[in-house]
Nanobody, 124 residues
Framework: VQLQASGGGLVQAGGSLTLSCVASGSTFDFYAIGWFRQTPGKEREKISC????????YYADSVKGRFTLSRDNAKKVVYLRMNSVKPEDTATYYCVGGGFSCAEYDRGSASHSWGQGTQVTVSS
């Protein structure tokens, strides 16, 4: 599966933004899709993940209650809705696929496919 992330931009603190992760290929609905973010000098942080069916979601404590992840398997897209954004949400956001469970993205694998990243900047 190949993924392309989009929707980043500049947003004021307290505002909202929706990121999209669009997939190509016929196996999109086989895979869990995760979102990570990274700032310079820091490790990539797993912030959210959704199971292949969409029935299960995971959120890191840093975004829980503010971010919502959803997917439309018919359109092959995953949406990350970011509400009440904070300056500390500023990062490059990446989506990842190719894993059959969200737990796989904790370990990493060469078989996982990463989108190119989209920059989110939150101004105070």
């Amino acid at each position: 599966v190949q993924l392309q992330a989009s929707g980043g931009g500049l947003v004021q603190a307290g505002g909202s933004l929706t990121l999209s992760c669009v997939a190509s290929g016929s196996t999109f609905d086989f895979y869990a899709i995760g979102w990570f973010r990274q700032t310079p000098g820091k490790e990539r942080e797993k912030i959210s993940c959704i199971s292949s069916s969409g029935a299960l979601t995971y959120y890191a404590d840093s975004v829980k209650g503010r971010f919502t992840l959803s997917r439309d398997n018919a359109k092959k897209v995953v949406y990350l809705r970011m509400n009440s954004v904070k300056p500390e949400d500023t990062a490059t956001y990446y989506c990842v696929g190719g894993g059959f469970s969200c737990a796989e993205y904790d370990r990493g694998s060469a078989s996982h496919s990463w989108g190119q990243g989209t920059q989110v900047t939150v101004s105070s």
